[in-house]
C-alpha cells in the first residue's frame, strides 16, 4: 500500500535543472513529504522536506501543490554527482510511523554528460 | 566529521550460521534505526532504538532476527539461522534527540549480506 508514486526513471542532461515528480493523493493533514536519495554503495541521503509551503535549500528546492496532492524535487543545475535514486516519502509529524522512514521503489535519476 | 559506520561492510554466510552486524550512529545520536535493502527495492525498517531502549521492533522478519544497543551507543543486528531469503543490505540510521520526527535520519553505508 503505497502512499507515493514516482516515475521508475528519467534522465537529464547535465547543467539543466532536473525535476522529480511524486504522487501522494492520499496525504493526510499532519504528513510531510520528505525527499531522500541513494547514490549507488551508499546510505540514503536526506535532501529536503516540506509540509505545504515550498522550501529551498542549498541542494534542492521542493514544491508542493495546494492540494497536497503532489510534489516535485527540483535541482536547479544537475551534475553527474546527482545520478541516484530519489525516494519521495510521506510521513507524520507525530504518533504511529512517525520515526521510521516508508521508502517506495523511487525514481533513477542519470545525469547525462 | 565521522558519520554512521557499519562493519563489515560486505559478508558471505553459509546458510545456518549466525551472522552478526554493527553499527556505530554519530556521537551523541539518541535514536538508532535498522533497515533491510533488497536488491532493486527501497530500504525498509526493521527497528528502532531510543538510547538503549527498542522502542519498536515490528519490522523485524522473524524471531531468528535480533537487535540490541546495550549501552545506548553501538548497535548490533544479529540474524540467527541465515537463509537465503535473508540476503540484502543491512543499513544503520541515526538520528539526534527524542523528537525524531523532525530530526533527518543520517545513515551509513550498510552492509552487504549474502547467504549461500
Known amino acids: 500500500d503505497a502512499k507515493t508514486t514516482q516515475p521508475t526513471s528519467m534522465d537529464c542532461a547535465e547543467g539543466r535543472a532536473a525535476n522529480l515528480p511524486c504522487n501522494h493523493s492520499?496525504?493526510?493533514?499532519?504528513?510531510?513529504v520528505y525527499w531522500y536519495r541513494q547514490i549507488h554503495s551508499q546510505g540514503p541521503q536526506y535532501i529536503i522536506h516540506?509540509?505545504?509551503n515550498n522550501e529551498t535549500n542549498e541542494m534542492a528546492s521542493l514544491i508542493i501543490t495546494e492540494d497536497r496532492k503532489s510534489s516535485t524535487l527540483i535541482l536547479p543545475h544537475a551534475t553527474l554527482r546527482d545520478t541516484a535514486v530519489y525516494y519521495c516519502?510521506?510521513?507524520?509529524?507525530?504518533?504511529?510511523?512517525?520515526?521510521?522512514?516508508?521508502f517506495g521503489k523511487g525514481t533513477k535519476l542519470s545525469v547525462i554528460p | 566529521g565521522a558519520g554512521v559506520s557499519q562493519s563489515p561492510r560486505y559478508k558471505v554466510a553459509k546458510r545456518g550460521q549466525d551472522v552478526a552486524l554493527r553499527c556505530d550512529p554519530i556521537s551523541g545520536h539518541v535514536s538508532l534505526f535498522w533497515y533491510q535493502q533488497a536488491l532493486g527495492q527501497g530500504p525498509e525498517f526493521l527497528t528502532y532504538?531510543?538510547?538503549?531502549?527498542?522502542?519498536?521492533k515490528s519490522g523485524l522478519p522473524s524471531d531468528r532476527f535480533f537487535a540490541e544497543r546495550p549501552e545506548g551507543s553501538v548497535s548490533t543486528l544479529k540474524i540467527q539461522r541465515t537463509q537465503q531469503e535473508d540476503s540484502a543490505v543491512y543499513l544503520c540510521?541515526?538520528?539526534?534527540?527524542?523528537?525524531?520526527?523532525?530530526?533527518?535520519?543520517?545513515f551509513g553505508p550498510g552492509t552487504r549480506l549474502t547467504v549461500l
Open positions: 516519502i510521506v510521513r507524520p509529524n507525530s504518533g504511529a510511523g512517525s520515526y521510521q522512514l516508508t
Open positions: 516540506g509540509l505545504k
Open positions: 492520499t496525504i493526510s493533514g499532519n504528513e510531510y
Open positions: 532504538f531510543q538510547n538503549e531502549a527498542q522502542l519498536d
Open positions: 540510521a541515526s538520528s539526534s534527540g527524542h523528537s525524531v520526527s523532525y530530526n533527518e535520519q543520517f
